[in-house]
């Protein structure tokens, strides 16, 4: 008895230094199909156990005119504000390995322990902050950036073989539906919302990658698209297209949707005051336990004409 005593408390203090460089090495990976840090700005800045994150818009009325000299009527300026709570939600998800594994471990020299569990953990833990960033959680009152109810949204129309389907769309009409949204947004919004990123369901991305822009080109349509619509024309900054297989079917009547927006802060957000962390480990019975959490909101669309949903495509 006195031994296996021994055995769990010298095992401990050896986790405890492996756990530290298991940890180091496992926030090191980056998953190359883990898409939201770069779909949308991502705020770590509110305090880690905050029930809510509030956060306000402001709008400016008033209109200068021409005035007499003898005038005695004064125009205004005023500023509206308006303001919102995000409520902050804790997930968890953590590793652990048994006094067994421990202790072989400790008879070796140099022997360290695996770090695929804690990184089985971080990934774990990346993909439900996926989930939520792009689809919500209906258990938690979320909504994503495919389904935000509060972003205008459009039928595409239909090409000249009368559907609206890319498949069936020559790539002029495609780049026309493209820059039809991009350009809708912008003068919907009196030309201050210009959209910066394109996100297309895997289909659609595929078929403009590999379509020729012309029967007498040797540039697809995608790349065409990169250089020549109303974003980088204005800007001389090249367009944004990522592909999102979630668009897939989230379109109205089950369709396929186009999305585009201005990748900006104060268009979108998505808070998480606590990113994924774990902490120090604790003995339970004969096993080792490494807790992991973390704490996160939903995507706040903060400036709805910032986005569009183009659906039918």
Do not use: C
């Not at 902050?88 to 067994?100: C, M």
């Not at 400036?303 to 569009?308: A, I, V």
């Amino acid at each position: 008895m006195l031994k296996a005593t021994f055995d769990a408390q010298a095992a401990l203090g050896f986790l405890v230094s492996q756990v530290s460089s298991i940890e180091s090495e496992v926030y090191a990976i980056r998953y190359a199909d883990i898409q939201y840090p770069r779909l949308v700005p991502v705020d770590t800045s509110a305090y880690p156990w905050a029930k809510t994150v509030t956060y306000f818009t402001t709008d400016q009325v008033g209109q200068a005119d021409w005035m007499n000299g003898d005038s005695s009527d004064m125009p205004f300026a005023e500023i509206s504000r308006a303001k919102y709570e995000t409520t902050v939600e804790s997930a968890k998800i953590g590793y652990r390995f048994s006094l067994e594994e421990v202790n072989q471990a400790m008879m070796v020299p140099g022997m360290n322990l695996p770090a695929d569990k804690a990184a089985a953990a971080r990934r774990a833990a990346d993909e439900l902050v996926e989930r939520v960033v792009v689809s919500g959680d209906s258990r938690k009152g979320f909504l994503g950036l495919v389904n935000q109810a509060v972003v205008p949204q459009t039928a595409v129309p239909n090409g000249a073989s009368g559907s609206p389907l890319w498949a069936q769309k020559t790539p002029a009409e495609i780049l026309a539906d493209v820059n039809n949204a991009l350009v809708g947004a912008w003068a919907s919004s009196a030309q201050v919302e210009l959209h910066d990123t394109v996100l297309l369901p895997v289909a659609q991305y595929g078929t403009i990658a590999s379509m020729p822009r012309s029967s007498t080109s040797d540039t697809t349509v995608i790349t065409y698209l990169q250089t020549n619509n109303v974003y980088t024309s204005t800007t001389g900054q090249p367009l944004t297209i990522r592909t999102l297989r979630q668009l897939k079917g989230a379109g109205a009547g089950g369709t396929d949707r186009m999305v585009t927006y201005r990748r900006d802060p104060q268009v979108l957000k998505f808070h998480m005051p606590m990113p994924h962390q774990f902490f120090p480990p604790q003995q339970r019975m004969l096993e080792f336990v490494i807790p992991g959490m973390m704490r996160l909101g939903g995507l706040d669309v903060r400036l709805p004409r910032g986005m569009s949903y183009n659906d039918g495509i």
